[in-house]
C-alpha cells in the first residue's frame, strides 16, 4: 500500500517533469497523508493540467464522502473489476506527482518506517484514478486513489506492495483513455516499473499526519528487528 508520501520538487521541476504549461506554486511537503489536498495532472481538452484532488476516491454513487478513507489505494489487479474503479480506470486517469514515498517495516513487535526514493532524485508520478462526487446540496468533492502493484525486490523486504510509478513515455497513455487498452496499459506499467531504489530509516514522526517538516526525511538508526521465540 501506500498511506504517506514528500512532494518537495520546485514548480519548475513539476512544470518541466509533467509539461506543464507554466509552474504550479506548492509549498514543499514532507508527510502528505490521507485526506489531505494533493496535486494530480489530468487531460483536459488536450492538454495537461494540474489540480487539487483529496487523497481518498470517493465514488460517484457513495452515500457519503466517509469512503474515501478506504479509498486511498486502488490494487492494480482488480481494478476491472471493482465497482468504486473500473469506470475511473477507463475514462479518468491521473498522475500524482511525488519525489518520494514512505513504508513500514515489521520489526516483530514495532513498525519502521522508511523514505523511499529514485536514485536519481526529482519527481515521479504514482499512477492515480480520480472522480467526481456531489453531496446532497450540489457541491462537488474530486478525489482520487493511488494504484498499488506487488512490490519490486529492492522494496519487498520493507513492505510487499508499492504504488505503481508511471515511466515518463507513458504518461500519456495514461492520461488519454483512448490511446491504449486498459489491460495492455496496465500490463505495460508493470512491465515498466522502475527495480533500483533509495531507502533510508525515519523517524515515526511521520506516523503522525499533521507533521508536515523536513525532519520526516531524515535519516534515523535502524531498529533492531525483534526476533521470534518460536
Keep these: 500500500m501506500c498511506g504517506r508520501f514528500t512532494l518537495t520538487s520546485t514548480p519548475e521541476e513539476l512544470a518541466l517533469r509533467f509539461e506543464l504549461d507554466e509552474p504550479v506554486e506548492l509549498a514543499p511537503r514532507y508527510n502528505v497523508a490521507p485526506g489531505q489536498p494533493v496535486l494530480a495532472v489530468r487531460r483536459e481538452g488536450g492538454r495537461r493540467r494540474a489540480v487539487p484532488l483529496r487523497w481518498g476516491l470517493v465514488p460517484a454513487w457513495a452515500p457519503d464522502s466517509s469512503i474515501g478513507f ?102 500519456e497513455a ?4 483512448e490511446s491504449v487498452p486498459a489491460r495492455e496499459l496496465l500490463e505495460r506499467l508493470l512491465a515498466e516499473t522502475p527495480g533500483d531504489f533509495t531507502r533510508h530509516p525515519v523517524s515515526d514522526r511521520v506516523n503522525r499526519a499533521q507533521v508536515d517538516d523536513a525532519a520526516c526525511i531524515e535519516p534515523v538508526p535502524e531498529a533492531p528487528r525483534q526476533e521470534s521465540l518460536f
Design 70 to 171: 478506504r479509498m486511498i489505494n486502488a490494487r492494480i489487479e482488480t481494478l476491472s473489476e471493482r465497482p468504486a474503479f473500473r469506470e475511473a480506470l477507463r475514462t479518468r486517469r491521473c498522475l500524482v506527482p511525488a519525489d518520494g514515498f514512505y513504508e513500514w517495516a515489521d520489526l516483530g513487535g514495532s513498525k519502521q518506517p522508511y523514505h523511499i526514493a529514485l536514485p536519481e532524485g526529482g519527481p515521479f508520478g504514482f499512477a492515480g484514478l480520480w472522480e467526481r462526487w456531489s453531496d446532497p446540496s450540489g457541491q462537488d468533492l474530486e478525489s482520487c486513489t493511488l494504484v498499488t502493484a506487488p512490490a519490486v525486490p529492492a522494496i519487498r523486504e520493507i513492505h510487499p506492495r508499492m504504488p505503481v510509478i508511471v515511466s515518463p513515455l507513458s504518461y
Design 174 to 177: 495514461w492520461l488519454d483513455p
